[in-house]
């Protein structure tokens, strides 16, 4: 079943809010992978504003509030400064924007990996100021646990495994993991964990391609790839990154537009018209009724 519907996204700054529609829901995103084949590959996009959400959401079966919000939004070095304030205020204005898609919050470093209670707490913060449907969260076996407290108590979890950015201090960079036997086994054994543990879907991120394979075949859950491979289960990108925002981005990242240099070029306009007096013309200015 296609899960692209078209949506009268045709909204002003005024009057945002799209007609609503039906939402996907974790067991049916879960359900995409039936006896270790998923026939249509899952599309998930990083989200962050309401505005933003509106426009991906008939696209996406998948809207995530990605702690990369903390680069993309925040201009902070990496995601570990991002605090759980900053990803509900975000979920809230991508739940609202969006009639579609499940919307997955990240947890921020921090909220979960003191203790599978604390971790309770956070995710049962983020699903109730946002209205969102499922959390994600960084790390494979030492999260199982995690994942399965989090389940059993109605909290459905989205695991991520390989390059795990909030783990950027110990892993010395963000260069891709599983060249190494000892590195490629310690993946599928996190990605096994996570399955294990009830994960609804799992990120992988930034792993040599036959690794992304193996784990695909291994686990009964939908992958998700990022600088992984096409045989995954889906595919997700930080939507800034596709649509050209950034002159560099990392090599998996496919640039589908270059919407930086939109923005320069029609900023550029504008600055000229203004300091010509161009603008405003007889269009944008009120005149006295006769
Ligand atoms: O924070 C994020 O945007 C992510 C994706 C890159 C998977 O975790």
Redesign the pocket.
Known sequence: MSTTYKLDTSTSRANPTPKPMKRLTVPRIRARKQDGETKEPLVML?AYTARQAQLLDTHCDLL?V????GQVIYGLPS?IPVTLEMMANHGAAVVRGSYHSVVVI?MPFGSYEASKEQAFESAAHLLKETGAAAV?LEGGEAMAETVAFLNARGIPVMG?VGLT?QAVNVLGGYAARGRSDAEADKIVSDAKALDDAGVFAM?I?GVVEPIAITVTKAVSAPTIG?GASAQCDGQ?L?TEDMLGMFERVPRFVKRYEGIASVIDKTVATYASEVRDRSFPGEDQTYQPKD
């Open positions: 990083t995530l990605g702690d990369s919000l995601t990240d994600k991520h950015p990120v991120e990022i997700v930080v």
